[in-house]
Each structure stands twice: as C-alpha cells, then as structure tokens.
C-alpha cells in the first residue's frame, strides 16, 4: 500500500509541475494578447475606412476639441485613447477590434462607427468604453501656415 501512494504523490507531484510550467511568461497562453491588424492590401482593395479624420461634437468644436481617429489610434479630447485592431466593414459603417484605456483602466472593445445618413461628414460611435452613442461631425482639413499665407507658392 506504501507504493502504490507513493506513485500516486509523485504522478500528482509530476501533473502539478507540468501545470506550472504552462504559467510561464513564454507559454503560448500566456503571450500577450495583440490586436489583428488590416493588411497594405485590404486597405488597398476596400479603400480607407470613411472614420479617418478628426472630428468633433460640432463644428464649432473643431479648433478645440476635435477627436482624432486613424488606421491605429482613436484619441478622444478627455482620458479615452483606443488602439484599433481589425476593421470590417458593414452595411452601416464599420466594426473595429480595440483595445480601449479611460484613465489608467484598459479593456477590449469592440467599437461600432456608424456612418450617418443624415449628413454626409457625420458618424455614430459606439460600443467599447461608451455608454451611449456619440454623434460626431468631420473637421475641415487643417490648413497650413505656408499655403495660408498671402503670396504662398503651393
């Protein structure tokens, strides 16, 4: 009986370690988690998603606190910055994989950018951190100082 209990120690002793070994840093399951990314070509093919820009609550909003949204990156003007993943495009608009962080607390989203019909430079975000529907509105495209000055080549 004293051998049989001694293998049975050593066989859990031998599933535990084996356990353990799983939790290393460099274990597959342990890896850190990365969001998928479009390729050169699905961007080439489909064409740039219609969010790219910055935008605003209002036009007025533009010079002071305009969201800027591109292929990586969501910033918005308080504490919420998103990193973009996978972007799909829907029938609405588009789905995107992100990794949103509000203050120091960092979660994946699934955000939802809605292309409005009601004008043509507007969109609906959604999902992910937000607790409701934000309306946006395009910004102009900034001008520069050199092709804004009088007599500017350009």
């Known amino acids: 009986m004293g051998v049989i209990k001694m293998r049975l120690l050593a066989g859990a002793a031998l599933l535990a370690a084996a356990g353990l070994g799983a939790c290393r840093q460099d274990h597959p399951l342990m890896a850190a988690r990365t969001l998928p990314q479009a390729s050169v ?46 972007v799909t495009p829907t029938d ?35 999902g992910g951190p937000l607790t409701e529907p934000i309306s946006l509105v395009r910004c102009p495209a900034p001008i520069h100082a050199a092709a804004a000055a009088p007599g500017a080549q350009g």
């Not at 969010?51 to 003007?77: D, N, R, V, Y």
């Not at 789905?95 to 994946?108: F, L």
């Open 41 to 86: 070509s699905e961007i080439a093919t489909s064409g740039p998603p219609r969010f790219l820009g910055q935008w605003a609550a209002a036009p007025s909003a533009c010079a002071t606190a305009p969201w800027t949204i591109g292929l990586t990156e969501l910033k918005s003007t308080n504490a919420l910055t998103c990193s973009l993943g996978r």
């Open 92 to 126: 609405a608009g588009y789905t995107v994989d992100a990794e949103c962080t509000v203050g120091k607390a960092s979660a994946p989203a699934l955000l939802i950018f809605t292309m409005t019909s009601a004008a043509p430079h507007s969109l609906a975000l959604q």
